[in-house]
């Protein structure tokens, strides 16, 4: 079907969602995909060909090390397929182990992890395991001083989102773990919205499991991480010779690549010090807009990471407004959606104690990096437009 | 597969409905995912509206029933389905929750409606009740000036009265005016129904010739929420044994005749599952239907066919889409009316009380009026309005 409509390039404001392809990370590939030979060799072999896939692997590994802190060893990070596989493994090798020995290992984490860790507290429960949460304020901060009420001597492992993808929440990771070193648990932090964002020395901080993905920090998706603590045992979910028997499969080569070049372009202090004033400057005008009064910022006194924004408009559907600025020509997100595409309430609002009603109410607005002025205003116009005709329509109704 | 361009392709079937110009005006169209929204859809492209395809999901048959549902209504493949459709043609697609309004306006209702031995129409009750309530409110949401369905059925906008006309479709055989009674006069004036103009063969073809990948796809039949396990087992799963009692099966005059597992399985003028009284009772029960339920003593009361014509009924509920000017309505309005989706309608007088409730009045007794169907009236080929059969009225005789 022919029948082309005009419609201007979408302004992304869901860098949470997906960050663009850094160019770096571009330039990276793009030798890769041009070989002469059009070969992706397999870093296994033992040929000419395999020796220089691996010798990629590894300098991406280094350049990621350096981008975890001064001294992550690279030999203990693992490759996985996503962010989401990060968070399994690190998760499953840990209570699995447990479990093999026939125990009932008791797992504390926050309700406002990623949907990735959530699916495993079923996993868990169905298991003979045992589940706890951690509680969270209104503001959206974990209270990880009560991990010593919910703490028992089967306590297995503690996993906690270092930034919530929705309100961008900074966890108090010394905090934790002080909680955590006291009782000797391992402890398994999802940085996925943290790297990038925010400045991090892992070896220093003695987390055992930190799990990472690719397409977060502007490398290509498909493409996890998890760093392991020296020390820490790893139990592969897919077996098999690669990373050193921790998991299966061969090299993603092109994501491994990817994910060097971007890791080694981050520079968070001085991204946050370019749009952490955008940010705040979006969220003033949004304040300021008549009809865009009684706006609620979620997670506004809590600490937050610099892009992140969200925003609750009481009585109207997050989904419609999201719908309805697609249609503007802005590209934003609410909640989390199933494979359908139907939106859920924010389970993160939820937690944070807002009423269902609200936690369908929120729309998340993540910048990339800078915007121009110009755009951040056009932005709030769409919304005040939008927000306005959903409280009209929700009147008439 | 054919390679026609849409852009040079012009309707075989040309009538008003189809010329009529979009000029860019904004429209959401309802995709379920099967062959007529999505027809209707790029009907509405080329005639040259902004199309925006919305799916509800209404019912979650969730992940593990994937191959049992596949292909039926309201599945993850329909949504898919409606989504590759959107992609095809360009346009916007989303998808919008209505789980929780589904699951307690029609699926609570319907099983209410049984346990209180009505047989209901879920299908009018959705449409009456969520969807065009849902479609109208996303799209003020998202300023759609029109709001477009695949139902076979016509909407007139008489500029000279200022009102809109819902009216039968061309193909008698597709016509699903009698589910769309509960629609407002509001709601009508922004209403295009396209489809309402084209036999159900030229919308295949049509399919085909936009090339759209559900141009094959079967035609939903059953009500959408139950699958192959059939409504009783539904039913059966979500409701009590003490809420559906077992009793007596018994004649007009009394006589008990047999034993019934629960007035939910049978429905007004059924006769199947009444084997067991020519089993026992011999054949002068050979000619035998459900006639009547005993609501107080849980009763199913069988009897010869002649049994199941009567003239009158109550309807609630009742919505007038377009109520005859002329008529005065202490004196009943004259019509034709239709008791169930495949009825003929029949000559009646439709006398009006307060709290929206009818008297109906056929001239000739009907077969069959089912408490928990929608009486729709029409005058010639136009839906006036349309209401909920609450009670029969038998004559006294009986």
Known sequence: MVLIVERRTAIYLDANAGAPLKPAAIAAIRPLLNSEDGLLPNPSSIHAHGRKAKRWVAEAREKIAA?????????????????????????????????????????????????????????????????????????????????????????????VVWVNNETGVIADIPALIQETERRKITLHLDAAQAWGKLPLDLGSLGADLVTFSGHKIGALAGIGLVSIRRGTALHGLIRGKQEKGRRGGTENLLGIVSMGAAAQDLDPVAWTKRVSPLRDRLQSVIRQRPGLAGVQINGEEAPRVANTLSLSFEGVGGDGLVMALDLAGYSVSAGSACSSGVLEPSHVLLAMGRTKAQAVSAIRVSLVDEVPLPVLDGFADALEKVVVRARKSAATE | MTTSNATTYTPSGQSSATSRSGHGK??????????????????????GY?????????????????????????????????????????????VINAQDVFQEKVVDYFVHEYLENRTPNPCVQCNTKIKFNYLFQKADELDCEFVATGHYAQVEQDELAGVARLKKAIDPQKDQT????????????????????FPKMAVRKLA???????????????????????????????????????????????????EHEGL?????????????????????????????????????????????????????????????????????VACRARIRSRHEEAECLVTTFENNSVHVEFKEAQRAITPGQAVVFYVDNEVIGGGFIDKVIRPKTV
């Not at chain 1, 996985?80 to 399994?88: D, L």
């Not at chain 2, 039926?72 to 493949?77: K, W």
């Open chain 2, 178 to 197: 009698y589910f769309l009674f509960g629609l407002t006069q509001k709601a009508l004036q922004r209403t295009l129904m396209p489809l309402g103009a």
């Open chain 1, 67 to 159: 981008s975890l802190g001064s001294s992550v060893d690279p030999e203990q990070l693992v490759f996985t397929s996503s962010g989401t596989e990060a968070n399994q493994l690190a998760i499953r090798s840990v209570l699995e182990a447990r479990l093999e020995q026939g125990g009932r290992p008791h797992w504390i984490l926050s309700p406002i992890e990623h949907d990735s860790t959530l699916q495993l507290v079923d996993w868990l429960v169905k298991r003979g395991g045992g589940v706890s949460f951690l509680p969270v304020d209104a503001q959206g901060r974990i209270e990880v001083s009560r991990i010593s009420d919910l703490f028992r001597p089967e306590t297995a492992l503690v996993s």
């Open chain 2, 264 to 332: 939910h399985r049978y429905t007004i003028g059924q006769r199947k599952g009444l084997q067991q009284l020519l089993e026992r009772g011999g054949k002068q029960f050979e000619d035998y239907f459900v006639v009547d339920f005993d609501t107080v003593n849980h009763s199913l009361i069988v009897g010869p066919e002649e049994l199941l014509y009567t003239k009158e009924l109550i309807a609630t509920e009742v919505n007038w889409l377009n109520f005859p000017k002329t008529e005065n309505a202490l004196r009943g």
């Open chain 2, 26 to 47: 904004r429209v959401l169209v309802a995709m379920s995912g099967g062959v007529d929204s999505s027809v209707t859809a790029a009907l509405l492209k080329t005639q």
């Open chain 2, 208 to 258: 085909e010739e936009y090339g759209l990948a559900v141009a094959k796809k079967a035609d939903s039949q059953e009500i959408c929420f139950i699958g192959t396990e059939g409504y009783k087992n539904f039913l059966e799963e979500r409701v009590t044994p003490e809420l559906r009692p077992r009793g007596v099966i018994k004649t007009i005059d009394g006589t008990i005749v047999g």
């Open chain 2, 50 to 94: 902004e199309v925006i395809g919305v799916h509800m999901q209404l019912w979650n048959h969730g992940e593990a029933n994937l191959e049992r549902m596949g292909g039926r209504c309201c599945s993850l493949i329909d949504s898919n389905d409606a989504r590759r459709v959107c992609d095809k043609i360009d346009v916007p697609y989303y």
